[in-house]
């Protein structure tokens, strides 16, 4: 990967980065004006407007934001773009959907399978194929 591309993802990342801490940033602040601000009277009425289902951040949110720093990290120490698990580069059409990833497709699809196998939601019906 040359330096013009790295730039670019690194630019990327910075503005996803960005989006990330804002809107973790705004969550916090609704779980606290709540709580210092809810009057004894508000505190019968249901919530009206646009509240969300769930006010407690986001661990998906976090989880991103993680992701996109390890991304800025590995772009200073010049191992962006190749995957954590084997090595090789990771597609450059691959990086265009997902910059903030570090595996290769072929890596994802097994960690995904292996978490899947031994991890499987409980509330969540598995999956049978019907042979024939
Ligand atoms: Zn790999």
Redesign the pocket.
Known sequence: MNSSELERFRRYLEVHREVALRSLHRLGEVVLTGDLECSQDMADLPATGTQEPSPQPSDERLRLLRLIEAALTRIQEGSYGI?A??G?EIQARRLDALPWTQ??L??QQFRERRAEMEDWPADQPVRVRKAG
Do not use: D, G, S
């Open positions: 995957c698990a084997c090789r595996y290769c072929r890596c």
